[in-house]
């Protein structure tokens, strides 16, 4: 197994604004890593890198800021939230197509793609988190929605959907119901009328009671993960505490266990110069064959990267050096990260990058 941090040749010293760098998807047709750079905390841009040639250049205009970067499952393209808005760049088309939702719904969340023409995504409509399907034309149709309760997280395995269920009293639990989609055109409205009609059931898996719930991963329909974190974020807090959890199904009850815990400077999470973007996305854990890598700070005043083993149930450190490391993403021959730039780059079209050993 191999581990690459991305670093530049060009790169000089500043006492601007900090700067970030990170993969965020490998393409294995292409064997390149798609990476963002964070330029500013209220700008990112979207690089392409041939790890064969070293060779770098910009996906998309500087007026795009990509957040959420998603690839669609053929890998003809991608997605990403701009400004609130989804968007869908082939790589053979020179500007992104806008999906224009029939629906009043916002504050879209990263979509998951059923296939290149249909994703499934958490949304607010009416002040609540609800899941919807939405097609390329921008057809929303509700999967689940109901006042008063927040559905978000969504994970689609086979015809089930599960997700993380928020009551107005505060109360989390993981749960999962049949997805039930019509693929047939229709108007918004429509769908939802349909829907309020004859609402799915939905079973329990979990109930955290007022611990809050993030980010759920399911890797099969008897097995995922899940993020806890702090009720109550203050920016006076030196750091974040999470803690990553592990559930799985035999034959009967539900079974979960806390794997690890970890640590996150709380500057990367609220406003000012060196937050992130994309907040927490590029700081959770990455779950592999073999285990789970993930950045912790609690052993040091630096994000280190880590490696909990499925098999041992041990955890162990990977690399530490003098400054942020996050952004971790497995490809064919490994993993590769980024992380806090020290000092400054800039960013020109054909900029060589190089990989360094770790």
Not at 95 to 117: C, F, G, H, L
Not at 330 to 343: L, R
Request: net charge negative; hydrophobic share 40%.
């Amino acid at each position: 197994m191999r581990v690459w941090c991305l670093a530049f040749l060009c790169y000089f010293f500043s006492l601007h604004a900090k700067e970030f760098l990170y993969p965020v998807g490998y393409h294995p047709e292409r064997d390149t890593v798609f990476v963002i750079y964070q330029k500013t905390s209220t700008h990112l841009e979207l690089w392409e890198w041939d790890l064969r040639t070293k060779y770098a250049h910009q996906l998309l205009l500087s007026r795009y800021s990509p957040a959420g970067f998603t690839f669609l499952p053929d890998y003809s393209g991608f997605s990403f939230i701009d400004n609130g808005m989804l968007k869908v760049k082939q790589l053979l088309k020179r500007s992104p197509r806008t999906i224009e939702y029939d629906a009043p719904i916002y504050n879209v969340e990263q979509v998951n793609w059923i296939d290149s023409k249909i994703c499934y995504t958490s949304g607010k409509y009416q002040d609540y988190f609800g899941i919807f399907q939405i097609d390329w034309d921008g057809l929303v149709q509700p999967i689940l929605f109901q006042e008063g309760v927040d559905y978000q997280y969504p994970q689609k395995i086979d015809q089930l959907l599960f997700f993380i269920e928020r009551t107005e009293e505060g109360s989390y639990r993981v749960a999962c119901t049949d997805y039930f989609a019509n693929y047939q055109k229709d108007e918004f409205n429509n769908w939802m009328d349909s829907y309020l009609k004859s609402k799915p059931l939905i079973q329990e898996i979990l109930h955290f009671d007022k611990k809050p719930l993030a980010f759920l991963r399911m890797i099969s329909a008897y097995e995922g993960f899940v993020l806890s974190h702090s009720k109550v974020l203050s920016k006076n807090d030196p750091s974040v505490s999470f803690d990553y959890y592990h559930f799985t199904q035999d034959d009967g009850p539900w079974n979960v266990s806390l794997l690890f815990s970890f640590t996150v400077p709380t500057q990367f999470l609220v406003t000012g110069y060196d937050r992130l973007y994309e907040s927490i996305l590029p700081l959770l854990p990455n779950v592999c064959q073999r285990g789970i890598y993930y950045v912790d700070s609690s052993a040091t005043s630096f994000l280190a990267l880590y490696f909990f083993e499925f098999s041992t149930g041990k955890k162990r450190l990977v690399t530490q050096v003098n400054q942020h490391i996050f952004g971790v993403r497995s490809y064919q021959a490994g993993i590769i990260y980024g992380g806090e730039i020290k000092g400054s780059i800039e960013m020109t079209e054909g900029v060589w990058m190089k990989l360094g050993f770790e």
